[in-house]
């Protein structure tokens, strides 16, 4: 169903190979595990589009967006030379992590399978989030090898128009801008109405962002996001900036297309949910903590014990630190929203924030205690954690399964919908736009 990351950058390889006219491949840089970062280029227009695939890896329905993209414009004079732009498409910025989401690629796609071989890097392993911030208020310059590769692309290309290929999990799609024109975040809905994909209407990963548009967000600046993230935690400065706002200075327009994997009906249900929004906030907030409390415990009691390196374990870490600033984001939109009724869609949002976080956590925990007893690390403590997560993460995934549409979405449509969107952008920015 989707591609591996060797099947992604064979088709790339291949589309250069076949259109050396109009396409060429270059290495930008180098994985962390020595995987060569690749990049194709598409044309010879003055100005430049930078799309990048997989900045988180468990969200690769980029990779083959990439693909269908790139493939449009090579065949497409007029979305070349006709705006006046380059396109230039980095296949997969995190081989190294979409390797260990891969035995979920092949499908039947399921919440279980996917969360049984799920894996999300650390923010401190994102290339996504580790661009330097220099603000004294939330320094950060810890970047990654992938992250420097995007950067030096950056500075050379100083793009018109970046793209981050994002999915979500659940519901239809939101957008975020870091500015825009006037126009531009109707357009996407537009997009997206074209598209049958019903808007995401309540915030998950942008509760308290400001909206250019209905489901289309503006990001904040650096030191917002970063100081957010921290929230609850303890932990000053847990990542750095993002690639968009790296590129804004060069005045780059960035947009990120969050589409879902599966489908709800309740995504863009504007309805009276019957509860507060206030208490839909609260109540969420405490299933967080309540999770996390559970899952802290038991990675508290294995933790002496795990000797395997995997990068679960910083990635678990993680995720229960963002179940605390999750939590505390509510906590603090709670107290700051006027007393109104919680939309159909917003209580919806707030439900799949806590199933998310608890079958990421819990699964990746379980990865690594796999790892452990593979390599023959299986002491009794160790097996005893295993049954008690086993039967977490069971209870879990029925919950969720009971709760959640487990409909997804047909690829081709999310491809189409993120393929139609960058184009809604770049024929904003091009010279006659």
Request: proline share 8%.
């Amino acid at each position: 169903m989707i591609p591996t990351v060797d099947q992604v950058v064979s088709e790339v390889e291949k589309l250069a190979a076949d259109l050396p006219e109009v396409c060429r491949t270059r290495r930008i840089g180098t994985s962390r595990l020595g995987e060569p970062l690749r990049m194709l280029s598409v044309g010879h227009g003055a100005r430049n589009a930078l799309v990048v695939g997989c900045p988180h890896p468990n969200e690769p329905i980029g990779l083959l967006t990439v693909l269908a993209l790139a493939k449009r414009v090579a065949a497409t004079p007029g979305l070349r030379e006709g705006l006046d732009f380059s396109w230039h498409f980095v296949p997969c910025i995190d081989p190294d992590g979409t390797r260990l989401n891969e035995g979920w690629f092949a499908g039947p796609l399921t919440i279980r399978s996917y969360h049984e071989n799920f894996y999300r890097p650390a923010y401190v392993d994102q290339p996504e989030w580790t661009f330097p911030v220099l603000d004294e208020r939330a320094f950060f310059d810890r970047t990654l090898p992938e992250t420097q590769a995007l950067a030096r692309v950056i500075d050379e290309l100083r793009p018109r128009f970046q793209y981050s290929l994002h999915n979500a999990d659940f519901g239809g799609v939101f957008f975020i801008l870091n500015g825009g024109q006037p126009g531009m975040a109707e357009d996407l809905g537009v997009v997206a109405a074209e598209q049958a994909v019903p808007l995401s209407l309540g915030p998950v990963d942008t509760l308290g962002w400001e909206t250019a548009a209905p489901a289309v967000y503006l990001m904040p600046p650096a030191e917002t996001s970063i100081e957010a993230a921290a929230r609850g935690t303890g932990d000053p400065v847990r990542h750095g900036g993002s690639s968009a706002h790296y590129a804004e200075r060069y005045g780059t327009t960035t947009l990120i297309t969050e589409v879902a994997v599966w489908h709800d009906r309740r995504a863009d249900d504007v309805s009276d949910s019957g509860r507060s929004y206030a208490d839909s906030l609260r109540h969420a907030a405490t299933e967080l903590r309540d999770d996390r409390a559970v899952l802290s415990e038991l990675y508290e009691e294995i933790r002496p014990r795990l000797v395997v390196p995997s990068p679960m374990r910083t990635s678990i870490a993680d995720q229960l630190a963002t179940a605390a600033s999750a939590a505390a984001a509510n906590d603090m939109m709670a107290e700051s929203t006027p007393p109104r009724p919680a939309t159909v869609a917003e209580e919806f949002a707030t439900s799949t924030v806590v199933h998310m976080l608890r079958l990421r956590a819990s699964g990746m925990l379980r990865r690594q205690l796999a790892v452990e007893h593979a390599a023959g690390n299986q002491p009794p403590e160790s097996r005893a954690v295993k049954r008690h997560l086993d039967e977490l993460f069971d209870t879990w995934c029925a919950a969720a399964e009971s709760e959640l549409s487990q409909d997804p979405f047909p690829v081709r449509q999310l491809v189409s919908l993120q393929a139609e969107a960058a184009l809604a952008v770049v024929r904003r920015l091009a010279p006659c736009g």
